[in-house]
């Protein structure tokens, strides 16, 4: 069956640097894949999707690009803020189901 | 912002009790998902519905049992609760779930502890 993998947490990272979280994914067909942000005491906010191989999703600056060939959909941004600390999720969702990855606590200290 | 509530945020409970929670959507949404949150599982579904009175079985669905008598409400019991059941309850909603490149809304989930 379909299902997502995505890098273990927590993530600590200073204001402005560099983030990554890695997530894969088995699926069969053509899935749409999405990351998600939850904040505390929140549920799940949609942050960016692509629907098909090479599409990029974007916002807020974060992006991830759907890889096809590595079955991969990183999410990353080029400089973090504090107001970024949250859990991210990586999703997949094929014909008839939606698959959710673990999750990766991101913390951005000043 | 979606428009999803879930009553109650926070409820605790011993074991062996009847537990109902309620998601209700004002967006007219054809599917609605209740999912449960635990630590390094992420989301799992545990019941759909793909319109009134039909609903269907998720991943975890043992000991859960739905009801979808209106568009808007969404109904999750748990007949006996158990203290595995313990949890942090998201309720979803999607236009459609057959595109696949629909996203899924989510309410601010239910905390229910049972003791």
Known sequence: ??????????????????????????????????????YPGE???LLLKA??????????????????????FHLEK???QVSDSAV??????????????????????? | DAGITQSPRHKVTETGTPVT??????????YMYWYRQDPGH?????HYSYGVKDTDKGEVSDGYSVSRSKTEDFLLTLESATSSQTSVYFCAISEVRGAGNQPQHFGDGTRLSIL
């Open chain 1, 51 to 72: 629907t098909k191989a090479d599409d990029k999703g974007s916002n807020k600056g974060f992006e991830a690009t759907y890889r096809k060939e590595t079955t991969s």
């Open chain 1, 43 to 45: 549920g799940l906010q």
């Open chain 1, 78 to 80: 080029g400089s973090v």
């Open chain 1, 88 to 110: 991210y999720f990586c999703a997949l969702r094929g014909n008839n189901d939606m698959r959710f990855g673990a999750g990766t606590r991101l913390t951005v200290k000043p």
């Open chain 1, 1 to 38: 069956g379909n299902s997502v993998t995505q890098m273990e947490g927590p993530v600590t990272l200073s204001e402005e640097a560099f983030l990554t979280i890695n997530c894969t994914y088995t699926a069969t067909g053509y899935p749409s894949l999405f990351w998600y942000v939850q």
């Open chain 2, 21 to 30: 929670l309620r998601c209700h959507q004002t967006e007219n949404h054809r």
């Open chain 2, 42 to 46: 992420g989301l799992r579904l545990i």
